[in-house]
């Protein structure tokens, strides 16, 4: 029995890029939207060859009416934005960067500087990354990836090694500056921005395009999905294949990590959201997007249900999933059915703000939708269980003497 969402999601605010009469067609699909790693600066593929790098807190409080006089969701047009308005020094600015080809995939990193470059005996670098380094890496149409500098929308480093579209980027969130790009040539490829964008590795196993790649929270694992069914996990350590997940009947086109790294989700054209424990490689929970479930055979075809995207919010608790069927739905991990959804035609990718609060969906006309995610208070018996997975795996925690059942919510078992 299928219970039907309790509530429809709230919607703030949208940004819209002015489209003339002949430009109706392909090329213009916001394919990757992302937030900062400290929640400064918000970014999208606007179509065609452009990326907009807008300050956060700015666009947010437009939306919620703070900035402005209108009440209710605000449309905001990214033509002449700044309009030759005087932003105080010091302050985010927002930037229009034209990336030469198609905008495919785009992620930021932020850098530590007492994180070192993966080489040895290194004695020069063009670069030195400084604590409030902030860096944007954008994935082209033709293969190349492209790292820029987001205070000032510079172009840094031009990285070419791949010989299709890079679909995907993902930087490792230690602050290392190591990058991974995800390629329809069926490799990933690993960057030291450090080393001044030196290629450190070569993931072979795709046997056809990959989509989409996420590190785990402790960079030690990288996450990549594709055609053929495909889940791989690998050790970024060793650059070694961990293992592959079998479960999907379709290509897997998005994943992403919890918080704590106890929990990968990805989501596939058959239909599906499958919850994974990737330390041992079983699933926990699916979430359904068609009623009922395609069998396999079917799962394999064309369908108004194929799920485009998945985002983990920051709370561990709630999940956000796009698909085909016109529909965002909200999920949390401990129910099977969305607790709110909200319209969005065409819509292509997805990721929440770093503090949870908002989601923002890309769609294929270029423009940015955002609603306010449901709001909850998180149990304190899930915020210890967060902060025991965030440094304990599976395999630790079956080991703990303590209660089966306290065993079993500590793996997630329950979901």
């Excluded at 918000?42 to 947010?60: E, Y």
């Amino acid at each position: 029995e299928v219970s039907w969402p309790r509530s429809k999601a709230k919607f703030i605010g949208e940004l819209l890029v002015p489209v003339a009469p002949f430009d109706q067609k392909s090329g213009r699909e916001t394919w990757t939207v992302a937030f900062a790693p400290d929640g400064s600066y918000f970014a999208w593929s606007q179509g065609h060859r452009i990326v907009t790098l807008v300050p956060w807190s700015k666009c947010l409080k437009n939306f919620v009416g703070e900035g402005s006089t209108g009440a209710g969701p605000q449309r905001l047009s990214r033509q002449n934005s700044e309009g030759g308005t005087v932003v105080p020094v010091g302050e985010p600015r927002e930037h229009t960067i034209d990336c030469g080809d198609i905008v495919w995939g785009l992620a930021f990193g932020s850098s530590v500087p007492e994180k070192q470059s993966r080489c040895v005996n290194i004695e020069w670098h063009r670069f030195k990354f400084g604590q409030d380094q902030l860096l944007l890496a954008t994935g082209l149409n033709n293969g190349r990836v492209k790292i820029w500098d987001v205070y000032t929308g510079k172009l840094l480093l031009n990285l070419m090694d791949h010989t299709d579209i890079v679909r995907d980027l993902t930087f490792a969130p230690d602050g290392s500056l190591m990058l991974v790009s995800a390629s329809r040539d069926k490799t990933l490829r690993v960057w030291d921005l450090k080393d001044d964008g030196n290629m450190v590795k070569v993931l072979r196993g795709h046997q056809n395009w990959v989509y989409c790649s996420a590190f785990s929270p402790d960079s030690s694992v990288l996450c990549s999905v594709g055609a053929s069914k495909s889940v791989f996990l690998w050790d970024m350590d060793k650059y070694s294949l961990i293992r592959k997940l079998e479960g999907h009947h379709n290509d897997v086109v998005s994943c992403e990590f919890s918080p704590d790294g106890a929990l990968l989700a990805t989501a596939s054209y058959d239909t599906r959201v499958i919850i994974w424990d990737p330390h041992v490689g079983t699933v926990l929970l699916e979430l359904a997007h068609l009623f009922p479930p395609p069998s396999p055979i079917f799962a394999g075809g064309a369908n108004d249900r194929w799920v485009r995207s998945v985002a983990f919010c920051h709370d561990g608790r709630h999940i956000a999933s796009i698909t085909d069927d016109r529909m965002v739905r909200f999920w949390t991990i401990d129910e099977k059915s969305p607790k709110t959804i909200a319209p969005l035609i065409n819509g292509l990718c997805c990721a929440f703000s770093i503090d949870g609060s908002v989601l923002a969906a890309g769609s294929r006309d270029g423009s940015v939708h955002f609603w306010a995610c449901p709001k909850g208070i998180a149990s304190l018996q899930h915020l210890c269980r967060m902060a025991l997975r965030r440094v304990m795996s599976t395999q630790q925690v079956q080991k703990l003497p303590i209660p089966p059942r306290i065993r079993s919510y500590l793996s997630y078992q329950d979901l």
